[in-house]
């Protein structure tokens, strides 16, 4: 009976240090510490909504300068207007958001398939890779891009713009175009605020 306590216990000491031998084989920051699933924040100010962001799954993580969040299934971003509309918005496949612990700097970055729409201006630019500063409140990128609006279309590399693409310039244009004659009774018509019936066509 003792021998078989024995070979037990000795049993249980070699898996434990078995398992914490693997355990240890783990690089902590190479996962996330957390989680997210069905990721939704809103950002305000004065009570007035300026910005909401979706996401299916955030993760987050934490290094010794730098703390990030990755969104591999896409992210979602909805700004609204000094009145209350909703004015801009940015999807993407992926995305990153830097916090640098020494500055406090932050820096968003959207990858694949993004799209950025001003809905008051109806314009809708079409690129890989965007970057959004905060603090200097400008999006850019170096990438191919293309921009349909109302009078027409460009495309080209670079781009400079606020953050809500009310002013988006496209810094190397090639073969882009403009519709010279419009109909000045066309109505456009904001889908995204538009309260009320639709006309019939």
């Excluded at 953050?163 to 419009?182: D, H, Q, T, W």
Aim: hydrophobic share 40%; aromatic share 12%.
């Amino acid at each position: 009976m003792m021998i078989a306590t024995a070979v037990a216990v000795a049993f249980v000491v070699y898996s434990c240090k078995s398992n914490l031998s693997e355990a240890d084989k783990i690089d902590l920051k190479a996962v996330p510490f957390q989680t997210v699933s069905e990721m939704f924040f809103t950002q305000t100010e004065n009570g007035r909504i300026k910005m909401r962001v979706e996401a299916p799954v955030m993760e987050s993580y934490d290094h010794d300068t730098v703390s990030f969040e990755l969104f591999p299934e896409g992210l979602n971003v909805y700004a609204y207007s000094e009145s209350g509309l909703l004015e801009t918005t940015i999807r993407s496949d992926n995305a990153r958001h830097d916090k640098i612990k020494a500055s406090g700097a932050e820096k968003w970055s959207a990858f694949g398939n993004v799209v950025v729409k001003n809905q008051i201006k109806q314009e809708t630019m079409e690129t890989d890779t965007i970057y959004w500063d905060q603090k200097q409140q400008e999006i850019w990128t170096d990438c191919y891009i293309k921009m349909y609006s109302p009078s027409g279309f460009m495309q080209g590399y670079g781009m400079r713009s606020d953050e809500m693409a009310r002013n988006s310039i496209i810094l190397k244009p090639f073969n882009s175009y403009g519709y010279v004659v419009r109909d000045s009774t066309e109505v456009i018509i904001d889908t995204a605020n538009f309260i009320g019936p639709l006309m019939k066509k």
